[in-house]
């Protein structure tokens, strides 16, 4: 026990910081806080498998958030079946030719040795496919996007209940994984990391540009949702009387009838919109215990000890007979998988998919400051990591306000410094952050919670 | 006739601004080139750092702008470049001292200190936002068109007009001399020699009596005047916002390890190449076709190979192709 009594402190001051909020602002803040930091949790995860345990460092997590995303448009909006009709048979046949150029390459690369001759083969195959692509693709586009372009103009997804696209999110992502990873695992760790964050910047370009498969910039809103909607459960009975009971002792004080309905509505509204939250707190909550479950698992197992070994000397590992590349493959696919899930799970939560708001500010570098603040290879850390960043990154703009006004108190309201410093207190944020970076990665490099080896 | 006319479509609408964009590509990118060749690590502060730069050169044009001095027909932020450099190497130096410094001498791992250049790029970011906002400026006076299409038409009597904005001609002749006199430094000086034998071998460099202080201290500087004043020249010739400077470190670190990372040469090629690339792979070339092809062949679509959504995808591609087939860049650079 004594052992993780630093890990319990650590928890236990990060919910008194969230259940503070839920005192002093709202608990519908709160939870939206929580429910965030359990997101930023599930992604952590995923970039701590890589980065603490086998040391690739990933600066692409924004395309596979956005993938996860991407996921659940695709997999739980209704088809269009009109866009279907016009374009869908051209679009099926565009995917079959990039199968068919997938495999080509890949039969060339196989059978074919290495020469001149099969590179300017490779590249044949590319150019042709790439002219077939745009020479199939183009008037289907036109038309898929023509149908309804106001709220469809796309091809719409499976129609199938959302939580499958958390799975079919992790499966996006870990195939685009195997791709990049194919490509450039065997470049040096700064070098994987530029690599990452444009492949990543062209994954998310691409998301945006292309319109008929999930809108681009216009957003897909009113995704599917794994729980109640705020207004169904206002008009449900059972709703109302659970908050009637629960607030008994409040109402019982109001003795006007009418004033007794309306404060009841009031409760009913708050309530419904916490009562929602809380239904996504309990499936993110699971998400990250089964998640920590397996990672702890993994992590002191024979392979995860294989994989710290890898990280710590690869030529050593190698030289036992471990197969570095394969198994830097297999971490890379994980744990992309993993932020995949997180990003299904973010679109989720939000009801909408916004390509244009994937930024690498936002969707890459925060959550390497999450994992980096909470401590590298230890999963407690990392999903530590998460939610003490992630509250800062919420709550900076508000204590900032509050400082601003404090030093500020004595110069006049219209004071141009103190207008100009409230009016960027949201940018404070940035500054929060990158000092805990730094500040972290000088005095405490192996973050708050430092990995932990048990030696038995 | 109509082949001069075509001609001059290309130059107006892809070879001047590539030209343009690829000088401030590779003023960026031989920055980057440098702090990865002496200090050894991928600076991922960089479009930040140019950005603050630039951040300067706008409030001291606005000030100077107040106080009614201007340069007549140049832009007035040209005045304001040595002491928005000042200030960005004063920037540049306490950074390195209060952050980089450390991990010089503790000999940390490339990695780390890429991961606190990303601290270094929260902070830079938030000092920017803090100080001039968000949002889109523009600080371009002075004369707008060195030649402008209609009397380009009148001189010449062709269909097509040529034209020249100032900030195209600053900013290709700027970066011109300012590359020229580094490349004289890097190669002429006793210091750049020392420089270059720093970033060749370290501890030799140590052996014969380099100071590597000293060889810190020159490449900041050398690297501050260059950031500020590519960040300036862009945001003439576009405009100012702090988001689109974090964006352009993308290409920049494209141009840097095409050209062959730790290769000033390489990356001021490396520069070209991808705005070269960028346009001449979005650029419609519609207009182009119908002047040189007969009538009957001429093109009904856009003739444009991809959308300019794709803009940036292009240089990352471009990136990943040669990561992959030649990993020290076009002109060798460092092995990875």
């Given at each position: 026990m004594k052992q993780y009594a630093n890990v319990i402190t650590a928890y236990l001051i990060m919910f008194t910081l969230i259940i503070l909020v839920g005192i002093f602002q709202s608990w519908s803040l709160a939870l939206t806080i929580l429910n965030y930091c359990l997101i930023s949790a599930v992604m952590t995860i995923g970039a701590n498998i890589q980065?603490?345990?086998?040391?690739l460092i990933n600066f692409g997590i924004m395309g596979y958030t956005a993938l996860g995303g991407l996921a659940v448009v695709l997999v739980s909006v209704a088809p269009v079946g009109e866009a279907w009709k016009v374009g869908g048979l051209n679009m099926m046949i565009c995917l079959g030719v990039i199968i068919g150029m997938v495999f080509s390459i890949r039969l060339s690369l196989k059978k074919i040795n290495k020469s001149k001759k099969r590179n300017y083969l490779i590249a044949a195959i590319i150019i042709i496919g790439i002219l077939l692509l745009r020479l199939i693709s183009a008037p289907a586009i036109e038309s898929i996007e023509a149908v309804e372009p106001a709220k469809t103009g796309f091809l719409g997804g499976?129609?199938?209940?959302?939580?499958f696209s958390w799975i079919a999110g992790a499966f996006l992502a870990g195939g685009l994984a195997f791709v990049v990873g194919k490509v450039?695992?065997?470049?040096r760790a700064d070098y994987l990391a530029i690599a990452t964050l444009l492949i990543a910047e062209i994954v998310v370009s691409i998301i945006k540009h292309e319109?008929?498969?999930?809108?681009g910039v216009k957003n897909v809103i009113g995704l599917k949702r794994p729980a109640p909607y705020e207004i169904n459960l206002q008009q449900s009975p059972w709703f109302i009387d659970l908050v009637e009971k629960f607030h008994s002792g409040k109402l019982a004080l109001i003795n006007s009838v009418s004033e007794k309905q309306e404060v009841l509505n009031q409760l009913v509204i708050d309530a419904s919109s916490v009562y929602v939250k809380l239904c996504f707190t309990g499936l993110f909550l699971t998400v990250v215990i089964i998640l920590l479950i397996v990672t702890q698992k993994a992590l002191y197992s024979p392979w995860g000890r294989m994989m710290r070994a890898i990280r710590d000397n690869e030529e050593a590992a190698g030289a036992m007979g471990k197969n570095v590349v394969k198994q830097h493959l297999l971490i890379f696919i994980l744990g992309s998988a993993i932020v995949g899930i997180a990003g299904a799970m973010m679109v989720t939560n939000d009801g909408l998919f916004t390509p244009?708001?994937?930024r690498p500010m936002r969707y890459t570098f925060v959550i390497w400051v999450m994992v980096i603040v909470g401590g590298t290879g230890n999963n407690f850390g990392a999903i530590l990591g998460g939610f003490v960043v992630w509250f800062l990154w919420v709550e900076a703009a508000p204590i900032a306000l509050f400082f601003i006004n404090l030093f500020t108190?004595?110069?006049?309201?219209?004071?141009e410094i103190r207008v100009h410093l409230i009016n960027s207190a949201p940018y404070f944020r940035f500054l929060v952050i990158g000092t805990a970076l730094l500040v972290i990665m000088r005095f405490?490099?192996?973050?708050?919670l430092p990995e932990k080896i048990i030696k038995n | 006739m109509d082949f001069i006319n075509a001609i001059l479509v290309l130059l107006n609408y892809t070879i001047i601004p590539a030209l343009t964009y690829g000088s401030q590509l590779a003023l960026g990118a031989i920055f980057v080139t440098l702090i990865y060749g002496i200090l050894r690590f991928a600076n991922f502060a960089t479009g930040d750092m140019m950005s603050f730069g630039t951040m300067f050169a706008v409030l001291l044009t606005y000030y100077f702008q107040s106080l009614g001095i201007n340069l007549g027909i140049f832009p007035t932020a040209l005045i304001t470049i040595p002491f928005a450099t000042f200030m960005m190497i004063l920037y540049m130096l306490s950074i390195d001292k209060f952050v980089f410094e450390y991990y010089r001498i503790k000999k940390s791992p490339p990695v780390q200190l890429a991961m606190v250049s990303v601290g270094v790029m929260f902070v830079t970011q938030a000092i920017i936002r803090i100080i001039i906002g968000p949002a889109d400026r523009t600080f371009l006076d002075g004369?707008?068109?060195?030649?402008k299409a209609s009397e380009f038409k009148e001189m010449t009597g062709l269909n097509e007009g040529l034209t020249i904005k100032s900030t195209q001609a600053i900013t290709i002749v700027i970066t011109m001399i300012a590359v020229s006199i580094m490349f004289w430094f890097l190669n002429r000086t006793k210091t750049g020699t020392s420089m270059r034998a720093y970033s060749d071998n370290e501890d030799l460099a140590l052996l014969s009596g380099i100071d590597p202080k000293r060889v810190v201290l020159i490449t900041w500087i050398i690297a501050g005047i260059l950031a500020t004043i590519g960040g300036i020249l862009y945001g003439l010739d576009k405009s100012y916002r702090p988001f689109v400077y974090f964006n352009n470190m993308l290409p920049i670190f494209a141009a840097a390890i095409v050209g062959g990372i730790g290769n000033p040469f390489g990356a001021f090629l490396g520069g070209y190449v991808i705005a070269f690339a960028e346009i001449f792979l979005t650029y419609a070339y519609k207009k182009f076709f119908t002047y040189i092809l007969p009538e009957a062949l001429?093109?009904?679509?856009?003739?444009?190979?991809?959308?300019?959504?794709?803009k940036f995808a292009v240089s990352f591609s471009i990136l990943v192709i040669v990561l992959l087939f030649r990993p020290s860049g076009i002109f060798k650079g460092k092995t990875l």
């Open positions: 980065w603490g345990y086998a040391g499976l129609g199938l209940p959302v939580l450039a695992l065997g470049l319109d008929w498969l999930a809108r244009g708001s994937y108190a004595h110069l006049p309201e219209t004071n405490r490099p192996q973050g708050i | 004369q707008k068109f060195i030649l001429e093109p009904n679509s856009m003739m444009q190979l991809l959308s300019t959504d794709y």
